[in-house]
């Protein structure tokens, strides 16, 4: 894994975790909920990261960076940064926020009250039976590293196209020497 990667993958997470540890203590928005002004944040921390991880290869390699080397510096990043995401989740949900997954559920029984008030008890309980496996901490845990790095290929695919600036095959050509 480049320099560049552990680096900026480092200033990525706690950037990231700086921020919605900010966000959620002010009270804009409570653990588990999403907030569209939090989600843009993240996706521009993310690209700004990605980007400077990048030329900062690119800068150190003379100018040059292939698609492979920027989207696994970028990759490298977002896995760096997903761990210490989940770090810091881990923490909220385990320690700081003991009754979460309670929290979630009791949200979830209001939202599909609401949405679909002609359910049956016996669907409310399937839809609550499946919310309650899926928003145990182990889980919770596993789909954000899993979505992650999912999320950071997928930037990293889109951003290595631009920042790309492949070696030539001739550096430079004599023309007294081609005959």
């Known amino acids: ?47 700004v990261f990605f980007i400077l991880a990048a030329l900062g290869q690119k800068k150190r390699q003379g100018g040059y960076l292939s698609y492979g080397e920027g989207f696994k510096t970028m990759l490298g990043a977002g896995v760096i940064s997903s761990l210490i995401g989940v770090a810091y989740m881990a923490v909220m949900i385990l320690v700081l926020e003991p009754d979460y997954q309670q929290d979630i559920l009791n949200q979830t029984y209001e939202n599909m009250i609401q949405q679909n008030p002609d359910m049956t008890e016996e669907q409310l309980e399937i ?48 023309s007294d020497s081609v005959q």
């Open 1 to 47: 894994m480049s320099k560049e990667a552990k680096t900026f993958g480092l200033y990525l997470g706690v950037t990231s975790v700086l921020f919605n540890a900010l966000y959620y203590a002010l009270g804009y928005t409570s653990i588990g909920e999403n907030d569209p002004v939090q989600s843009v944040v993240g996706i521009v921390l993310l690209l």
């Open 127 to 174: 839809g609550m039976t499946m919310t309650e496996k899926f928003t145990s901490p182990m889980w919770m845990l596993l789909f954000m590293v899993f979505f992650g790095i999912l999320f950071a290929a997928i930037f990293a695919a889109i951003i290595a196209i631009f920042v790309r600036k492949n070696k030539p095959i001739f550096d430079s050509v004599d």
